[in-house]
T-cell receptor
Framework: LAKTTQPISMDSYEGQEVNITCSHN???????ITWYQQFPSQGPRFIIQ???TKVTNEVASLFIPADRKSSTLSLPRVSLSDTAVYYC??????????????FGTGTLLAVQP | EAEVAQSPRYKITEKSQAVAFWCDPI?????LYWYRQILGQGPELLVQ????????DSQLPKDRFSAERLKGVDSTLKIQPAELGDSAMYLC?????????????FGPGTRLTVT
């Protein structure tokens, strides 16, 4: 079971680019890397998913080096509304019915004006 | 945009009482999950359904918790009897299927307080 390690908290200012790095040293060949965002008193929201190299969508970019032992979520030009907890997850994908996500404690990103 | 529905949003109950939570996933989503989230921690998977079948309940305290998804659509999670340590947010999520398991859609959750 791959375990993830990410900073407990980060601070930023509006308009800055924020990079949150996650370590997953024992990631397995079948594992996907996924990031979720959670606001207080709400359920988590899927942000982005990747397997290797770089993935970009309208919200964020995900950078994954060749060894896949870490990944970096990049949020361009953050605003106050990006203040939330961000979870890095390694999803166990064994092609069967028990594929699942394991959440850690996440990174609390605080964006200041 | 389709959403996962949960009810009630808040529940206060006394210990030893029974409590039930309901979830209606996004239409067409075959996989349904129940998570428990304690304040300050990430969600913990309790049970996972594929259609009407349980495929993972390894973290479900089966002496007091039960879950069902009889027709493969909506689902109910029950606790009987409730204990003080059960106070948490209970989240329901759904996904299109096992090949999209990493993209889950969460409901707003039910905040349970056991007194």
């Amino acid at each position: 079971l791959a375990k993830t390690t990410q900073p407990i908290s980060m601070d930023s200012y509006e308009g800055q680019e924020v990079n949150i790095t996650c370590s997953h040293n024992n990631i397995a060949t079948n594992d996907y890397i996924t990031w979720y965002q959670q606001f207080p008193s709400q359920g988590p929201r899927f942000i982005i998913q990747g397997y290797k190299t770089k993935v970009t969508n309208e919200v964020a970019s995900l950078f994954i080096p060749a060894d896949r032992k870490s990944s970096t979520l990049s949020l361009p030009r953050v605003s106050l509304s990006d203040t939330a907890v961000y979870y890095c997850l390694v999803g166990e994908n064994y092609g069967g019915a028990t594929n699942k996500l394991i959440f850690g404690t996440g990174t609390l990103l605080a964006v200041q004006p | 945009e389709a959403e996962v529905a949960q009810s009630p949003r808040y529940k206060i109950t006394e210990k030893s009482q029974a409590v039930a939570f309901w979830c209606d996933p996004i239409s067409g989503h075959a996989t349904l999950y129940w998570y428990r989230q304690i304040l300050g921690q990430g969600p913990e998977l309790l049970v996972q359904f594929q259609d009407e079948s349980v495929v993972d309940d390894s973290q479900l305290p089966k002496d007091r918790f039960s879950a069902e998804r009889l027709k493969g659509v909506d689902s109910t999670l029950k606790i009987q009897p409730a204990e003080l340590g059960d106070s948490a947010m209970y989240l329901c999520a759904s996904s299109l299927g096992q090949d999209r398991f990493y993209e889950q859609y969460f409901g707003p959750g039910t905040r349970l307080t056991v007194t």
